[in-house]
T-cell receptor, first 111, second 114 residues
Framework: GEDVEQSLFLSVREGDSSVINCTYTDSSSTYLYWYKQEPGAGLQLLTYIFSNMDMKQDQRLTVLLNKKDKHLSLRIADTQTGDSAIYFCAGPRGGYQKVTFGTGTKLQVIP | GAGVSQSPSNKVTEKGKDVELRCDPISGHTALYWYRQSLGQGLEFLIYFQGNSAPDKSGLPSDRFSAERTGGSVSTLTIQRTQQEDSAVYLC????????????FGSGTRLTVV
């Protein structure tokens, strides 16, 4: 099975909060990441969290990590139409030299 | 350079032809990665370079795929005798040695095999 799993699609209304969830299998103590991919572009690093942290906040973004359940989430407050994109969770696999990406969650923001 | 540069941005090739995809990483980034993104799929790891050597090439799908990196900088991914299933976006990323703070990706090369 997949090492990193995400739901495929999320639709929210502009101004609401979005929560994108991810589960992973590798319990290596290392970093976990969220990337954003806009159409026709590569992936852009949004934020990352080290595995000894439970939460990290960066402006409208909040990352929550539950190590026990191997669950990572990304909350986007006050979601805007410009947040429409595919969001990838990424976690460790075989050490930090190689990262495994989830299948991506397509976020659709409805005006 | 300021970012990771990939060329060409789009490539259409006939089945059976060879193609070369180029990645120019951020100057000073010692680690370089190739990933493949198929329509509606996540990112599939292909190969990892540290300097000019490739400690992990476990993701290359077949012996038709090869990659090299020269001068610790530019990398070329070569696909020989292309097949239709090779159609995908090929993404390159680079990072500093540890990679702890994430990768910087290029915009990718969209390969279409007809």
């Amino acid at each position: 099975g997949e090492d990193v799993e995400q739901s495929l699609f999320l639709s929210v209304r502009e101004g609401d909060s979005s929560v994108i969830n991810c589960t992973y299998t590798d319990s290596s103590s290392t970093y976990l990441y969220w990337y954003k991919q806009e159409p026709g572009a590569g992936l852009q690093l949004l934020t990352y969290i080290f595995s000894n942290m439970d939460m990290k906040q960066d402006q409208r973004l909040t990352v929550l990590l539950n190590k026990k359940d191997k669950h990572l989430s990304l909350r986007i407050a006050d979601t805007q139409t410009g947040d429409s994109a595919i969001y990838f969770c990424a976690g460790p696999r075989g050490g930090y030299q190689k990262v495994t990406f989830g299948t991506g969650t397509k976020l659709q923001v409805i005006p | 350079g300021a970012g990771v540069s990939q060329s060409p941005s789009n490539k259409v090739t006939e089945k059976g032809k060879d193609v070369e995809l180029r990645c120019d990483p951020i100057s000073g980034h010692t680690a370089l990665y190739w990933y493949r993104q198929s329509l509606g799929q996540g990112l599939e790891f292909l190969i990892y370079f540290q300097g000019n050597s490739a400690p992990d090439k476990s993701g290359l799908p077949s012996d038709r795929f090869s990659a090299e990196r020269t001068g610790g900088s530019v990398s070329t991914l070569t696909i020989q005798r292309t097949q239709q299933e090779d159609s995908a976006v090929y993404l390159c990323a680079s990072t500093t040695g540890s990679g702890n703070y994430g990768y910087t990706f290029g915009s990718g090369t969209r390969l279409t095999v007809v």
